[in-house]
């Protein structure tokens, strides 16, 4: 008896110490035959990126073995999340958000994954707080709200590649930037595409200023680009080159009807086609510049609407 | 032992009571899984990653409406007709095969046939169609939103992508996907209201009659995209159909080694009185046999044709006919 008792006390003491001794790996692995138990090694891989997180190290990755669905998440450190070509890794939510993102002044890549909704799923990746995110080449589908979403309080980082985002019940892509003085959200968009969403396609709120380049809006229910102020001395400033605009309410709108802050939109070599109304600029404070005659903004119900100011390559606006 | 035999067969009453309630209930999965080494037998297990299934079709049945199916191992899958909301799926690095022939076809024509629900949203992503002598690689009889991303349709006898609708307000986005060797490119057409189409980055070669062809009542914006080697034209917005209007805006594209590169034609007889527009900025059109920048109103109808000067439309047989240079904003 004694001698059991001093055998589990061993064991207890050896599986303390491994616990211990169990620190958190730069790289971790996930498969749809992993278990989450473990430190996530090849090897052993784990079964949800969630789990896989807990194990690794602040700007380390977790990668995705095989192909198949890995769970919702919430990340709060920097992290990259990588599904490599060859590998479908899905993330599916049946109810809140799919992916969520509150990490401070952290580092966050999400590449190659597919992330999609079913039931009551709410967003798709949704960020409160980060300090440099990259979307690359993922797709978000079907969400009942809005498939990527950065509402922030703090200056953020954000970057969005090769990225298509579809029928969303709510908006395609929305950045919120914070409103605070000397905040804002930096904001590239590189060949992204948001297709066929309940609201807008591309919209951009608060201290941001963003670039679009070769990024398409189509057949969404709301504006394919817009740009809106909100609370007073907050500027949103947006430019887009050789964007594609078609099929949505409004093509291109910027707006100063809420809040009393500044918005500003500048196109160059777009296209508006088959909008309801093409280029739209409305309210006092909201300025709408083109790079004159470059844009093609023809067969909207509407091509033009308010004030829009056309500008020089080599003028200063 | 009368009681443990009245228990026996209690128990196999609820035994089969249970196995009824499980058939009944026709459970499905959201996601489910193909691979060349499934089998179709395994939807009893709603084709799931251990446990795949062989063909798109099979795996169809077990896959809840609005899920996709994933497919695991390159290969050969079979031709499949897509009735509800449903994403198919081929990875990158995985070679997603559907070939046809006249045995195989849905209808003894088609590779994948569309024919799903006024409001369902169909995706397919990654597949390569092939036909060996058969129609269409993607024929849309009914859909309410299709994505087309990633695919390669080769080799058939009619158009490699046939979106031949008779409801109104359909919307079709196609992306990144090569069309080449077909008896046409991509149609998009519907016999009711308009059907609005988006397709960007794709390329349509060699292909026996048109590259891209925006038929009566549809409106197509398509830009980054490639139409060459095409026996017909290469861009064309053609209403055909009294009363008709189809409108076609390029950017971005190239036009190269056509008949026509780009052309919008209004009226055909003995239908005349159709509408066609043609818009096009910072593209080009060089090598056609015929024109570059074309618009024909034949009879009643009426064709318009609207550059943004900007464009390069030079060393066609001829380079302009009937264009209008408009002004960008």
Request: glycine letters at 12%; a neutral charge.
């Amino acid at each position: 008896m004694t001698k059991l008792r001093f055998l589990l006390a061993a064991l207890v003491l050896c599986f303390c110490s491994t616990l211990v001794a169990q620190a958190q790996i730069q790289r971790t692995f996930v498969s749809t035959t992993g278990t989450d138990a473990g430190n996530c090694v090849p090897s052993a891989p784990c079964r949800s990126f969630n789990y896989a997180l807990t194990q690794t190290a602040a700007g380390g990755e977790v990668l995705a073995l095989t192909t198949g669905g890995y769970g919702p998440m919430t990340i709060t450190q920097s992290v990259s999340i990588i599904s490599p070509d060859g590998i479908y890794a899905g993330i599916t939510a049946f109810s809140g958000d799919a992916v969520t993102i509150n990490a401070p002044g952290e580092v966050v890549v999400l590449r190659g994954l597919n992330i999609n909704r079913q039931g009551t799923g709410n967003i798709g990746i949704t960020v409160t707080a980060v300090g440099v995110l990259h979307v690359e080449r993922c797709v978000v589908s079907g969400f009942a709200s809005t498939g990527i979403r950065a509402l922030l309080t703090a200056s953020a980082d954000i970057f969005i590649k090769e990225t298509i985002v579809r029928n969303n019940a709510g908006s395609g892509i929305s950045i919120i930037g914070p409103t605070g003085s000397g905040t804002v959200a930096r904001v590239s968009m590189v060949n992204t595409r948001s297709e066929r969403n309940g609201s807008t396609g591309f919209s951009f709120l608060g201290n941001v200023e963003g670039t679009l380049d070769r990024c398409l809006s189509s057949g969404n229910t709301g504006i394919g680009f817009t740009v809106a102020t909100t609370a007073s001395g907050t500027v949103a400033e947006v430019n887009a080159e050789s964007c594609v605009a078609s099929n949505n309410s409004s093509g291109f709108l910027v707006t100063s009807s809420t809040g009393g802050g500044t918005a500003r939109l500048r196109v160059a070599r777009s296209v508006a086609t088959n909008n309801i109304t093409g280029f739209r600029q409305f309210g006092t404070t909201s300025v709408f510049r083109v790079l004159a005659g470059t844009n093609l903004v023809e067969g909207n119900g509407t091509d033009k609407d308010g004030t829009i100011t056309a500008v020089g390559t080599d003028t200063n606006p | 032992m009368l009681t443990l035999r009245f228990s026996l067969r209690l128990f196999a009453l609820v035994l089969f009571a249970f196995t009824i309630a499980t058939v009944a209930s026709a459970q499905t999965a959201q996601r489910t899984f193909v691979s060349t080494a499934g089998s179709d037998a395994n939807i009893a297990s709603l084709c799931s990653a251990a446990n795949p299934c062989r063909s798109f079709t099979a795996a169809q049945g077990v896959t809840t409406a609005g899920g996709e199916i994933i497919a695991l191992t390159s290969g050969g899958y079979g031709p499949v007709e897509i009735t509800k909301a449903l994403q198919i799926t081929a990875p990158t690095g995985v070679y997603v095969a559907i070939t046809a022939q006249p045995g195989t076809a849905i209808g003894g024509t088609d590779a994948i046939r569309i024919s799903a629900g006024s409001s369902d949203v169909v995706v397919l992503r990654g597949l390569t169609l092939n036909s060996l002598g058969v129609a269409s690689g993607i024929n849309v009889t009914s859909v309410g939103t299709l994505h087309v991303e990633n695919c390669v349709v080769n080799g058939f006898t009619q158009n490699g992508i046939n979106v031949n609708l008779t409801a109104d307000g359909s919307e079709v986005f196609i992306k990144d996907t090569i069309v080449r060797n077909n008896g046409g490119g991509i149609f998009i057409t519907t016999s009711t209201g308009t059907v609005r189409a988006s397709i960007n980055g794709c390329r349509s070669e060699n292909n026996v009659n048109d590259g891209f062809l925006a038929y009566n009542r549809s409106r197509v914006t398509i830009s980054n995209s490639v139409a060459s080697g095409n026996g017909n034209s290469g861009f064309y917005a053609l209403s055909d159909v009294s009363g008709t209007t189809t409108e076609m805006n390029a950017d971005h594209c190239v036009a190269s080694n056509n008949p026509f590169g780009f052309v919008a034609v209004g009226g055909k007889p003995p239908d005349s009185g159709g509408t066609a527009t043609m818009r096009v900025a910072r593209s080009t059109a060089t090598n056609n046999t015929d024109t570059g920048f074309a618009a024909f109103g034949i009879s009643f109808g009426s064709a318009v044709f609207e550059s943004l000067g900007d464009n390069l439309v030079r060393g066609n047989n001829l380079n302009i006919y009937g264009v209008t240079v408009v002004t960008g904003q």
